[in-house]
């Protein structure tokens, strides 16, 4: 019996709204390709990104355009040929994981020889004025880890509101490309002035060269500037760790050889999400056994998860168990 792909449109409100340097929304929209086979039925999550060229139609259509080669059996390896890196190799590649899965009785767990056990994620706080920032942050000051979107002018301010709001907590901050070689230095002191763990993306990719000639005095995590295996060459000498996440490798097939390629090349792990359901944060609970940081809070910042989705309690995440894989 063939194999049966469709896609699906989904959407899902976001508790107030996620604002980062880019812009702000109130809505988290994601695609859903399904992979059906003899009753068994393979679902995978991905979020098309306009920063990456994508959006919901050219999502789409390039899952539509290898239609016909999943029916006829392509497998995970022909993915990585058939489909760009992205959005929508992501849910096709992932799809077919659940579906060998579900139809095999062999967990992905077990194919990949991981243990899944529960991991604490880090709770993103989205971009606003100092003052509510700092709100923001003693209403979750109780985190172990929080993840803090800058990228705008006044940040030094911001992080002494927030270290301040939450004294005992990890801190992160992502500046999503938003400093330049005016701010930078400022926005690196004050990071270490105010106990900042990881810098993640601080530069616009392909201008971050500005890294290998100034003093980093908090580690710096690359995100934008890293997409594949073949990017990890050029980030050496300017970025400490690398943020891998299943919409910009293009599955998590071509997720576990840039973890494994990073790993090799001295690079610390962050797996990170786009906002998505637990639908999408699954596959990569797979990858962050190990990771030294872990940002899969997707579902805590929706208004509503979907159905079966996974169990957080706080800003620990539990495995799936019957959602995927």
Request: with cysteine; proline share 4%.
């Amino acid at each position: 019996m063939k194999r049966d792909i469709s896609v699906a449109i989904e959407r899902f409100p976001i508790a107030g709204h996620f604002t980062i340097a880019r812009g702000s929304r109130t809505e988290a929209t994601v695609i859903v390709a399904t992979i059906r086979m003899d009753g068994s039925v393979g679902r995978g999550e991905c979020v098309p990104y306009a920063r990456y060229g994508e959006s919901l139609e050219s999502v789409a259509e390039q899952v539509q355009n290898v239609r016909a080669a999943v029916q006829d059996g392509a497998t995970r390896k022909d993915l990585l040929t058939l489909l760009p890196a992205g959005a929508a190799r992501n849910a096709v590649d992932c799809a077919l994981w659940d579906l060998e899965a579900r139809r095999s009785g062999i967990s992905v767990a077990d194919t990949l020889g991981v243990r899944l056990s529960p991991l604490t994620t880090a709770f993103t706080l989205s971009l606003d004025t100092a003052e509510a920032m700092a709100a923001k942050t003693r209403a979750n000051a109780q985190r172990p880890l929080l993840k803090i979107k800058l990228g705008s002018e006044n940040d030094a301010a911001r992080m002494e509101a927030i270290s301040k709001a939450a004294p005992n907590a990890r801190l992160i901050i992502d500046a999503n490309e938003g400093w330049n070689a005016d701010n930078i230095e400022e926005n690196f002191a004050a990071a270490a002035r105010f106990r900042v763990d990881l810098i993640e993306q601080p530069l616009p990719a392909g201008k971050d060269d500005l890294l290998t000639q100034i003093k980093r005095p908090v580690p710096i995590c690359a995100d934008e500037s890293v997409h594949g295996d073949e990017d990890l060459d050029g980030l050496l000498g300017k970025y400490d760790f690398v943020n891998i996440k299943l919409d910009k490798t293009g599955g998590l097939t071509a997720a576990l050889k840039v973890k494994a390629a990073a790993q090799q090349h001295g690079f610390g792990l962050m797996i990170g999400c786009m906002v998505g359901s637990s639908l999408a944060m699954a596959p990569a609970l797979y990858l962050a056994q190990d990771a030294e940081f872990v940002d899969l809070d997707g579902p805590l910042l929706l208004a509503r998860d979907r159905d079966g989705g996974l169990r957080y309690e706080g800003s620990t995440i539990f495995p799936p168990d019957t959602l995927w894989g």
